[in-house]
């Protein structure tokens, strides 16, 4: 069975500053990984993905994840936070087996309250 | 706008009622996706559909019944309501193969509330 964790409810970020989400996964054989945001009374909005390729993957708005194997990780990062960067953000995997369909498994999710 | 419209937005209804809601998937694409969100379970994989033909099933009640149209539109019926399937019900879609066939595209959800 595969899984997601995003160890942190909030994170609190002062404007300018660099921002960092993280989550880790457990899947069998290798993944897809995603992130997605959600804003206030809105749906799930697609960030970025991995698939293969290089171990960083740029996205939307400005965001970047970096897919490390040996630590099952995929933190979503921003090198300047904006106060519109405030929302609740998703990670999640899919597993490559399509004998697993191609349903997503997220994680808690992670609010982010970026400061002015 | 992810181009997956979802209606009603906000449903208010009865516990012991049924509901149905409604999903019309991006334009090509032919799986369609159900999530359940709230508080306590977070989001949830309910089930998919592709091509018109069950394909996955993740946390879904027997009370709960999905289906996906020649047209490619999917409704979820949901039944004999209880105030815990109080929550926002997501409906997504994805196209097969490709460089995007891996993204699934969330709708905006439909808000149900039971009391």
């Known amino acids: 069975a595969q899984s997601v964790a995003q160890p942190e409810d909030q994170v609190n970020v002062a404007e300018g500053n660099p921002l960092t989400v993280k989550c880790t996964y457990s899947?069998?054989?290798?993944?897809?990984l995603f992130w997605y945001v959600q804003y206030p009374n809105r749906g799930l909005q697609f960030l970025l993905k991995y698939i293969t390729g290089d171990n960083l993957v740029k996205g939307s708005y400005g965001f970047e994840a970096e897919f490390n194997k040996s630590q099952t990780s995929f933190h979503l990062k921003k090198p300047s936070a904006l106060v519109s960067d405030s929302a609740l953000y998703f990670c999640a995997v899919r597993d490559r087996d399509k004998a697993a369909g191609n349903k997503l498994t997220f994680g808690g999710g992670t609010r982010v309250l970026v400061k002015p | 706008d992810s181009g997956v419209t979802q209606t009603p937005k906000h449903l208010i209804t009865a516990t012991g009622q049924r509901v149905t809601l409604r999903c019309s998937p991006r334009?090509?694409?032919?799986?369609v996706y159900w999530y359940q969100q709230s508080l306590d379970q977070g989001l949830q994989f309910l089930i998919q559909?592709?091509?018109?033909?069950?394909?996955a099933k993740g946390n879904i009640l027997e009370r709960f019944s999905a289906q996906q149209f020649p047209d490619l539109h999917s409704e979820l019926n949901l039944s004999s309501l209880e105030l815990g399937d109080s929550a926002l019900y997501f409906c997504a879609s994805s196209v097969e193969g490709g460089a995007d066939g891996n993204t699934i595209y969330f709708g905006e959800g439909s808000w149900l509330t039971v009391v």
């Open positions: 559909y592709y091509n018109g033909e069950e394909r």
């Open positions: 334009s090509g694409d032919l799986s």
């Open positions: 899947v069998s054989g290798n993944p897809y």
